[in-house]
């Protein structure tokens, strides 16, 4: 770029030719003769109520060059390009940027709101100096739902009011327009503090005495001390989530409730027992539902209708996702239960619930795949199934949201088109684990989104969490979900990608992280994955030992994970953007892991070997202290560089890896000092930092 102060000259031929690049591709771009110029201002004329507001006008704050530029932007019952689809018309717009200004046309409110999102982009791409072609964009999304949802888990859990409203703000600048939020859910394993994983976050009524208080406690470098809170989620504790949905609607983002009805469902059948599934002897599990109950029903139905009439209807959303995924065939078991089979207890209560819903006045019912093509051992979604919603006059209600994570392809029993003519989703995942490692998704984002196109889907929606350092998924998200055509495959939406958010170096990095994890070595190194209890292991599981058992001979592709992390820490370093500075948190605990590791198996190999004597200690040493400034390092730069809500989920871990090389460097001073055998150096914490509280 040109330093401000020297003399505007005229364009030149190359920056003439170059019109921005957007996230997501529109659909027609012409260029026209004549050329922009970047404005220093921008005058909004807009005949839709709402829209010059103060948030709309600041999309167009900080334009590089001078002058004003006029925008008129007008609804017209009339506009119908004969290019747009049909069903696409309600969010597609027209806009002519031109010299002296631009005009936007757009049937309908939503399709004004996109189009100023471009022109804003497109306003800000231009260089202070230079300048693009005019041109007439004409734009319309391929799918007509477009969004992630947030997983109830580390992070979500700690999103404050303005974190959401950052949120809904961060789909809509990517013309993202829907936004799930899970406001129960629970996995049936035992984790940190010793009890099932679960969360609520929505107040459940008449039963106040149902919610789920978290502690976490991590070391703190830059304190110089442990932290530690416990917390109700801000979303439950505050009864957001309504206020949640009506900033999304004054955005163009539609945001949904997400609710276990069935499976992930432990915190509900703990509070009331006699609601919970039961054995062959009657006995109430821990988890499930008996859905003979008529007082079960009655809660179920009482509480979605609640949620629908507290928080979607006065905001006008009518869509509500019932999940029902994961049961697996851990059904109630109960005499009245027992006299139906596992198909017909899923079929009945699914209508049941989707009956109600649309009773009630909800138009939309959402429900996973996997619960009826896969755990029962066929597609259940048969012919049959597909008659009933008919004669109940529901068949038109129901959505399918088919979900897959895999980077390679789908999975077998993912396919819309085995959902016999019922609307679907495809779900890929943006943003998941990143409390814990390095998850890349993008390549999972192509393959899934392709795949809805093949077959149909009308919507994607992501399973994820919301983290700045995977600002690549969900742009690959917002791409392939407008344009499905995008800018071709995903390796050159990467580069795409690094011209309109970074630079080459940036995407350079993002591809040495995702180089360490073709083999999911970093599932297998870091603790999160032993936090979970596991019938066969011991509990508290002993970490580090059990990954460095389990990877003693995997010490190359180790060292190359510190040697990535390393070097996209080096493509990072001294960037002050977003992107990075998340970026680099997450290449240095990389190099951290790797670091830990690597010098971790050469020890535990060579005391199994019996070749090592006292005197090796001052070897190894200063490289355990190596780790350990890498481990410090890492938690230095999460607290310093991670939004609030990620800093706790995220230190908690890097804590057990610090306290840990904390205990091995007294260790190996012991054996240096000859007061320890090499035979009784430690591997393992007793009761970490991260489980202290556990009663085990
Ligand atoms: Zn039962």
Redesign the pocket.
Known sequence: MAPANKPKAPASAASAAAFPQLIPEPQLVNRFAGAVQSPGEVKLSVNVPGFADDRTCAAFCGLAGTGKYSVQAEVSEDFAPQEVPEDALDEAYQLDIMSEGAVLTARTATGIRWGLTTLADVLKAIPAHGSIPAARILDWPTLKTRGIFMENKWGPDLMELDDWKALVDFLAARKMNNLGISLYGCWDRRQYDGRFTEWLMAPIPDHPEIKREWTIRWYSPEKGAEQQITYLPPMFEKDLFGEIIAYGQSRGVEVIPYVNSLGHNTLIPEFIPEFA??NEAGEPQHFGY????PDLIKFVTGWYQHIYEKYLKPNGVHTFHIQMDEVGQDF???A??SKMSLEQILKDYTVLLIKHLVSVGVQNVVIYNDQFTRHLGKNTLDEAFMQRLRDEGVFENVIVDWWAYRNECTLPDVHPKDGLGLRAWVKPMTCYYNWSRWDPRQRNVAVMLELGHREGAEGAASYSVFDPAWTLEFDALAEYSWNFRGVGPIQRFEDKWGQVRADADVVEAIRWLDATERERLLQVLSYYTYTYEQADKPWPRPYPEEPVVNTADRAAEIAFMARAGARARCLLEGRSDEIARNLIVEAVRLQAHGAMFTVLIEMWNAIAAGSVEPADARVYAPRVQEALDLVIETMVLIERNKPAYLIPSYMRDMSVLHEFLVQLTGDLGEVIEGKRQWSDVRFSVAKNIAQREADF
């Open positions: 599934a039961k008996c859905t003979s109950n109630c078991r109960c009245e239960c």
